[in-house]
């Protein structure tokens, strides 16, 4: 760790993790080895939290940021936080992000992963360890990047768009809003909006309903 990230832990504020799975984990080391304060965990069941998903139970002072892998249920844990401004953005100081890139609020990037020049990161995104974001990328809203997802250049990443563990995008390709990439699925083409996806080259297994209008907000950059 560098100086400045030591000085940048010292004055900042406290980290509220909200879930306490295998992703709050990961962001809770991300935090502390960026050396900044944590308050701790938000969860309605896991007996570690020190209260519930809910903005009341957030400490004063302390920003929040929400991991919970799946983008449906991120963004149904979102609504409860309805008018909440205090959201962290979590980094790992292993990854390496442009700085000609640009990350919305809430956002993790989790250990080595990579966001190159140009790409933009929309708000309550996860980008997982080892997960790669190529120059000149968009990705929406509430989308998650699993570890191991390789987006390449030009690529757009819809709302709330799930990618499997190893899912690859080819340079240029759009995926809709809410699909789901199985893991290991390789995109070779534009895809729709709501449909499952897998294989190599990847095609579509099924449709499903968008999820309900109440679950696709916020999407804000
Ligand atoms: C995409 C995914 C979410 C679909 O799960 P699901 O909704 O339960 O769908 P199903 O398991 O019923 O699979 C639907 C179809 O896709 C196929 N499929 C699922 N995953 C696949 C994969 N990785 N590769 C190839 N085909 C796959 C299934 O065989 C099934 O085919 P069928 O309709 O011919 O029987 C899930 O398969 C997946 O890949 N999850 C990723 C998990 C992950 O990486 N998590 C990250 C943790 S950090």
Not at 78 to 97: C, E, I, K, M, N
Not at 201 to 210: I, L, S
Request: some cysteine; proline content about 7%; charged content about 15%.
């Amino acid at each position: 760790m560098t100086d400045d990230q030591l000085a940048a832990g010292r004055h900042a504020e406290p980290v509220a993790i909200v879930g306490a799975g295998g992703l709050g984990q990961e962001v809770l080391d991300a935090v502390v080895v960026a050396g900044r304060p944590v308050s701790g965990f938000l969860d309605d069941e896991a007996e570690e939290a020190f209260g519930p998903a809910q903005p009341e139970a957030v400490p004063a002072g302390a920003s929040v940021i929400v991991a919970l892998g799946d983008p449906v249920v991120r963004s149904e844990i979102l609504q409860r936080f309805a008018g909440f401004d205090r959201w962290a953005t979590v980094v790992h100081p292993s990854a390496v992000v442009s700085s000609r890139s640009r990350l919305a609020h809430g956002v993790f990037v989790g250990a080595l992963a990579y966001v190159g020049p140009l790409a933009r990161v929309g708000t309550h995104v996860v980008v997982n360890v080892h997960a790669e974001v190529g120059h000149h990328v968009t990705v929406g809203p509430l989308a998650t990047l699993s570890p191991m997802v390789a987006l390449n250049g030009g690529v757009t990443i819809g709302d709330g768009v799930f990618l499997g563990t190893g899912a690859s995008v080819e340079p240029g390709v759009t995926i809709g809003a809410w699909s789901r990439v199985a893991a290991g699925a390789h995109i070779t083409r534009d895809c729709a909006a709501c449909h499952l996806l897998a294989g190599n080259p990847a095609k579509g297994r099924r449709m499903f309903e968008p999820p309900e209008p109440s679950s696709s907000a916020p999407v804000d950059w």
